[in-house]
């Protein structure tokens, strides 16, 4: 049986932390991890709050980008309390943020090896994401999304 969720879900792969604050740390809770998928050939950066979830140089993570939890199966970006009583696409994993697409752009527009950039805010948490267009280029523009994450 087909996931009921696989239409909502923009992103699912593997990523393995290459860097911590890279470029040192700006805020006492906060830190900037870069990533590589295993599946994509994609780069992240991404903001996460380290005193809810520490995440560990070289270690891989499950991360997926949805536009919903799954709660009533459709794209609301609303979660209701009834929501938080069932079973949800939430509960598999131990970091849930929601956030919005704000920005997407080509690195080098133009030129045939260009890759896509997809920048997204949770809550003044930053996410940028590059990659090729063909494993980017189902994410819509000012959608909603849920990112969720999970040691592996």
């Known amino acids: 049986m087909q996931d009921p969720l696989t239409k909502f879900k923009l992103l699912a792969d593997t990523f393995r932390v290459t860097d911590i604050n890279k ?63 069932r079973t949800n696409y939430m509960d598999e994993f131990d970091y849930v943020v929601h956030g919005k697409i704000f920005k997407i752009y080509q690195d080098k527009p133009g030129n045939p090896s260009s890759e896509l950039c997809v920048v997204a805010s949770f809550g003044g948490l930053l996410m940028n994401l590059k990659g090729p267009a063909s494993s980017l280029k189902g994410f819509p523009h000012d959608a909603r999304i849920f990112l969720l994450i999970k040691k592996i």
Do not use: C, W
């Open 23 to 85: 470029e040192g740390r700006f805020f006492n809770k906060v830190s900037r991890i870069e990533a590589v998928s295993q599946l994509n050939n994609l780069q992240m950066s991404l903001d996460v709050n380290f005193v809810i979830y520490p995440m560990e140089k070289n270690e891989y993570y499950e991360i997926h980008i949805s536009t919903t939890l799954g709660g009533d199966m459709t794209n609301s970006p609303f979660f209701s309390e009834e929501d938080f009583e």
